[in-house]
């Protein structure tokens, strides 16, 4: 099993910046892949970022490249999402998830509980 622990949510103005963060703890060794996935009010969940946790390639959402950046620190187990330029349609539920296969897409294996982002005009 893996837990994962979001935080960093919160209220911003358009044009602001946050930084998510999601802690792994458990069976980390386990981890190929971890992800951000947002859902908004009445929308499905989609995908925003992920990274490969060990060679550290990463793959962005069209609609977030160039504003989004993820990363990660291995010896933390924590994988950020650094957002700038946040705009209102980027509210939503941000949600961190993990896989054991390095294939970004598909199914992933754990999620986290979700944190509020929340872009005001």
């Known amino acids: 099993q893996v837990q994962l622990v979001e935080s960093g949510g919160g209220l911003v103005q358009a044009g602001g910046s946050l930084r998510l963060s999601c802690a792994a703890s458990?069976?980390?060794?386990?981890?190929?892949?971890m992800a951000w996935f947002r859902q908004a009010p009445g929308k499905e969940r989609e995908f925003v970022a992920a990274?490969?946790?060990?060679?550290?390639?990463?793959y962005y959402a069209d609609s977030v490249k160039e504003r989004f950046t993820i990363s990660r620190d291995n010896a933390k187990n924590t994988v950020y999402l650094q957002m700038n330029s946040l705009k209102p349609e980027d509210t939503a539920v941000y949600y961190c998830?993990?896989?054991?296969?390095?294939?970004?897409?598909?199914?992933?294996?754990?999620w986290g509980q979700g944190t509020q982002v929340t872009v005001s005009s």
């Open positions: 990274i490969s946790w060990r060679g550290g390639s990463t």
């Open positions: 998830a993990s896989k054991r296969q390095v294939v970004v897409k598909g199914e992933y294996d754990y």
């Open positions: 458990g069976r980390t060794f386990s981890i190929y892949t």
